[in-house]
């Protein structure tokens, strides 16, 4: 008779339950590729929007396209653009303004991208 250690037997592999037979794949939500040039561009846009004192909608247009595919150049760069954005809106402007985006259409989500920063 074959001597067996019950001790190295994981049971967790026998369970079809089991966290350990869960394909962690299906967790990563499927986000389109996006480059350092694209958010660059996207970037410029959003800049020229706030140069002519449009803050309101410099700030959705950042927010309205995060780079979640982007490498951690291109998320430099958007940082950059939202934190100047948010840096250029006066204190007396911001709750007004955050308001407003809040009751357009897809405001809730725009306003959870800016939670994410």
């Known amino acids: 008779m074959a001597t067996v250690n019950w001790r190295t037997i ?3 592999l026998l369970d079809p ?10 967790l990563v939500p499927a986000v389109t590729p996006v480059s350092a040039a694209e958010v660059q561009s996207l970037s410029s846009q959003i800049k020229q929007l706030l140069r002519g004192g449009d803050s309101e909608g410099a700030l959705r247009g950042a927010l309205e396209n995060p780079p979640y595919g982007g490498d951690a150049s291109a998320k430099e760069v958007h940082l950059a653009t939202v934190v100047e954005i948010l840096q250029s809106i006066k204190q007396a402007e911001m709750s007004p303004m955050l308001s407003r985006i809040y009751d357009s259409d897809g405001g809730v989500e725009v306003l959870d991208v800016l939670m994410k920063y």
């Open 17 to 26: 339950e089991s966290p350990a037979n869960f394909s962690t794949a299906t």
């Open 10 to 12: 994981n049971i967790d």
